[in-house]
T-cell receptor, first 115, second 111 residues
Framework: GAGVSQTPSNKVTEKGKYVELRCDPI?????LYWYRQSLGQGPEFLIY????????DSGLPNDRFFAVRPEGSVSTLKIQRTERGDSAVYLC?????????????FGPGTRLTVL | GNSVTQMEGPVTLSEEAFLTINCTYT??????LFWYVQYPGEGLQLLLK?????DKGSNKGFEATYRKETTSFHLEKGSVQVSDSAVYFC??????????FGTGTSLTVIP
């Protein structure tokens, strides 16, 4: 694949529903990152994976948010009992590894709207 | 803690004008510093980076120097073009591999 892909590109849901957002990283990239970008703000770190394990999940705002990467490639960000404040663009990025000089490549994002 | 503060926009310049977008940071340890760019309708792309003090990152005519003494990483370009119109984000990566982004500065270059 050419770059990082994210699906869906747009998701509209109702308050209280459960949503899953998917990220397909660049093939061979071991590190994967999730960010949330609210309107007029920069991306806010949520979690990053090195391989299958979550190396740092300190940015997840609360226990309604969870992410997995079971085979070390595709990752899914899961949000339970969505709230209107969860509305944002969710960005995924991947890099070859998590070294200091590795470049992150971003996907186009999933725009989540909670009504 | 870790944070990035960048110049608020929007910034509007005429073609061939000089550009500076200020960025300062607060970090524990020795972060790496980045500028990302988001062109209209596209995702974030790395523009340039610097991994240690006094390093200069450069790309596409843009430059930024990692200044530890002033905790700054200002973005500059000597002569902007219409195609440089985009939103620019300053970011740092700390030693724990967490990234912190500024709020972004929108640049519009008019012919």
């Amino acid at each position: 694949g050419a770059g990082v892909s994210q699906t869906p590109s747009n998701k509209v849901t109702e308050k209280g529903k459960y949503v899953e957002l998917r990220c397909d990283p660049i093939s061979g990239h071991t590190a994967l990152y999730w960010y949330r970008q609210s309107l007029g703000q920069g991306p806010e770190f949520l979690i990053y994976f090195q391989g299958t394990g979550a190396a740092d999940d300190s940015g997840l705002p609360n226990d309604r948010f969870f992410a997995v990467r079971p085979e070390g490639s595709v990752s899914t960000l899961k949000i339970q009992r969505t709230e209107r404040g969860d509305s944002a663009v969710y960005l995924c990025a991947s890099s070859f590894s998590s070294g200091a000089t590795d470049t992150q490549y971003f996907g186009p994002g999933t725009r989540l709207t909670v009504l | 803690g870790n944070s990035v503060t960048q110049m608020e926009g929007p910034v509007t310049l005429s073609e061939e004008a000089f550009l500076t977008i200020n960025c300062t940071y607060t970090a524990t340890g020795y972060p790496s510093l980045f500028w990302y760019v988001q062109y209209p309708g596209e995702g974030l792309q790395l523009l340039l980076k610097a991994t240690k003090a006094d390093d200069k990152g450069s790309n596409k005519g843009f430059e930024a120097t990692y200044r530890k003494e002033t905790t700054s990483f200002h973005l500059e370009k000597g002569s902007v073009q219409v195609s440089d119109s985009a939103v620019y984000f300053c970011a740092l990566r700390n030693t724990g591999n967490q990234f912190y982004f500024g709020t972004g500065t929108s640049l519009t270059v008019i012919p």
